[in-house]
């Protein structure tokens, strides 16, 4: 019989048959639905050998099983190029997961052991709760902020030794929470809260960052003053504490980031800025997703979310990186919530937070943000059980699929992971689940039925996007020798390496995994999935966020799994402290610190007075070059208000930039190189008089060094029968339509 739980009011984890979340309710685990325990379970020692036997098979025979899949189209790009077969080497990447989960399913089944009763964590004690739990966390964040505005308000003492200054304000954070609990950390860590205002300056994107002595006085002064004002008043005290653990921990890591990295004007690159401007543009001239132009991505993350900014901040650049800042800042609040859903608490969820940022000091990046938030929920909901958690992350992961399709895929296998580790009845999680996707999913399908665009995204999605890994992959990247260029993707393989392979050990224990490692399930499941973006394009750092995470829950783990308490302490420490020497994180606050102050623009950097959509950014000189020729083109071929070109060069942000319609539905070359996508170009081309030329070279280099002439050889004879040069200058070239009697009527006109 399972034990019941004790009359304690110090334990975390009771079980209950009931899901439902109560407010004031102790986390909960549902009780299975049979009181009666299994004779046996599965050893985790054969489970992991198996697993590892598994992995090994993969890593021997991989290419073998890979080699008998059908080869994928050939269709030119970098793998065509290169001799890569993408499809292979996809199904050679997804070996590692199946036979190590395989591996470990059969190693359990071959050997069991008695089963044991899953047992209530031990409560920790009480000063080691306090500090680890919200006070801790509350008392870093607080040293955080106060530590960029002092580094904004005092940068000639502040950047003579900044760790320091770091140290030294924690301390005196620590002090003023003692102070205003009385000697109570819990209850005087409440009222930091009340200096969450002051993190607003740190987002502005001003140098020097405003009214930063100001700000750092407030960092202190504020929680002083709510605690004179609301000691006694138990509903101020919550709401302070709900501002806490809300908003001071987890933005403050946003906070730093922002201070390190907004200050400067943003700079525009209209080829990658133009994966968003070109579909926002679009939408805001009442064009179609899908039918009007296709989303690389996802319909919300490829201008969707821009379009909407635009019209609140202004349809220019200044309005789009204010949409971005804005959207932008929920990127390490959702790192944050992925240890907190992993945990429960806090003080892990920041540090992984940090960890993180010091390994990638960056301010945002917007499509991952919905899958990091559908992970932390369904890490949350494996490790408590409840309801609630389970119809969020359903609810996240349909948000997520319409903001990048690639990154929903991640965060579903993640969920799925999480659903065969999480105790309870999986059938009704997994209701809950689908409940919970089902309003964002009705709601967003209703969109695309009124727009008349449900049959363009079905193919689109499902057909089309997939379609295009051969043009794009590029295989995985080599991680050898080792050195700066090669030492993050040679540690992202060990840790996706050890991810399968704990997948396959852990998988096969099922709603027995113990507490510490369940959460491992789910990272290394987001991870493993992750590494297909990796395959693709050598996107190494899209894994590597999630990376932080796995090294601190397998230190957690460890420390758990650990007879000796003190031995146990300092594997773990080991673990995450060599993840931070690699990543040089003992120089993180002096690398950060240094970025807070003013620093000159680079001087090859300038903005652009015209056209007014340039307002807001700065460009590079090849950028300006091609804004500049653009502009010449349009005078010297006298193009009316409607009037627009064919993008042959990979550079859509001109579109945006000239308020033109892009004539077809695809930003990029590469998207168009099947027949019937080529034709469906020329055709589009060739019906609309409006097009009057093509621009055939630009400032972006060919995508992979692949000519755009060889990836759509149709549209390239194409030109070169209906058009002829028109303007080539510092290596801008546009071809004018053969038949365009108005160019050749200007003044100065070029000739054929």
Sequence with gaps: MLPRARDDTRSRFVYN??????????????????????????????????????????????????????????????????????????????????????????????????????????????????????????????????????????????????????????????????????????????????????LLLAFSGRRPIPFAA??????????????????????????????????????SVAAVAAAAVLGPPPIADLFENGHELLPASEYLRGERPYRDV??????????????????????????????????????????????????????????????????????????????FAALALALAASRTGRRAWWLATGAALAVAFFVSVDFAVYAGAAAAAALWVARGDRSAAFAHL????????????AALVLLGVLPEFASTTFRFLPSLLP?????????????????????????????????????PRGKRVPDAARALVPVSAWIAAAMLSVLERRHVNYPYFVVPALVVLLALWIRSEARDGLVGTLAAASVVAAFALLHGVPAAPRLVAGAIPPRPLDPS?????????????????????????????????????????????????????????????????????????QREVIAAVEANPRVRAVLVRGAYPPIDLVPNADRAPLVARFIRERFRPYLNEDGIEFWIRNDDRTAAARPGAPGP
Excluded at 241 to 251: D, F, N
Excluded at 434 to 445: D, K, Q, Y
Excluded at 484 to 503: D, E, P
Aim: some cysteine.
């Design 17 to 198: 048959t009931d899901m439902s979340a109560r407010p004031g309710e102790p986390e909960t685990f549902p009780a299975p639905r049979s009181p009666v325990l299994a004779a046996s379970e599965p050893s985790p020692l054969a489970a992991l050998a198996g697993s590892a036997a598994g992995f090994a098979a993969a890593f021997l025979f991989g290419g073998l099983l890979a080699d008998r899949i059908p080869a994928s189209p050939a269709l030119p790009g970098y793998a065509a190029l290169h001799g890569l077969d993408a499809r292979r080497e996809t199904v050679r990447l997804l070996l590692f997961l199946v036979l190590s989960v395989v591996g470990g399913f059969l190693g359990a089944a071959l050997r069991r052991r008695p089963a044991t009763a899953p047992t209530s964590p031990p409560v920790p004690s009480r000063g080691l709760a306090r500090l680890g739990g919200l006070s801790g966390a509350a008392i870093a964040a607080h040293a955080l902020i106060a530590w960029i505005f002092a580094i904004a308000a005092f940068p000639d003492v502040a950047l003579r030794s900044p760790a320091l200054l770091l140290a030294l304000l924690a301390a005196c954070s620590a002090a003023l929470t003692l102070l205003l609990g009385r000697g109570r950390i819990d209850d005087g860590a409440a009222f930091l809260g009340a200096a969450a205002p002051v």
């Design 605 to 677: 950097l300038e903005p652009i007075a015209a056209p007014r959509r340039a307002a807001g950014a700065v460009f590079r000189l090849p950028d300006r070059i091609l804004v500049a020729r653009t502009a010449d083109l349009l005078r010297r071929a006298g193009f009316g208000p409607r009037d627009t070109w064919l993008d042959f060069a990979n550079e859509p942000g001109l579109y945006f930039l000239f308020e033109r319609p892009c004539p077809i539905r695809y930003y990029e070359v590469p998207f168009y190189e099947s027949d019937a996508a």
């Design 471 to 507: 043009v794009y992959a590029q295989g995985l990247p080599p991680a050898l020798p080792l050195d700066a260029s090669t030492t993050m993707t040679a540690t992202l393989y060990a840790a996706a390496a050890a991810g399968v392979v704990l997948l396959g050990a852990l998988l």
């Design 294 to 371: 296709v989303p690389g991505h996802g319909v919300l993350s490829d201008g969707g979310l821009d379009a909407a900014a635009m019209r609140i901040f202004g349809d220019d650049y200044r309005g789009f990186s204010r949409g971005r800042k804005l959207l932008g800042a929920a990127f390490w609040p959702a790192i944050y919530a992925v240890g907190l859903g992993a945990t429960g608490s806090p003080l892990v969820g920041l540090g992984i937070a940090l960890l993180s940022l010091a390994a990638f000091c960056q301010y945002s990046f917007l499509r991952a943000i919905p899958s």
């Design 214 to 251: 100001a700000a750092l006085a407030g960092a202190y002064a504020l929680p002083a003053v709510a605690c004179a004002l609301g000691a006694r008043s138990s509903g101020l005290v919550c709401a302070l504490r709900a501002a806490t653990s809300a908003v001071l921990v987890p933005v």
């Design 434 to 445: 689908v409940r919970g996707a089902l309003v964002p999913s009705s709601v967003a399908l």
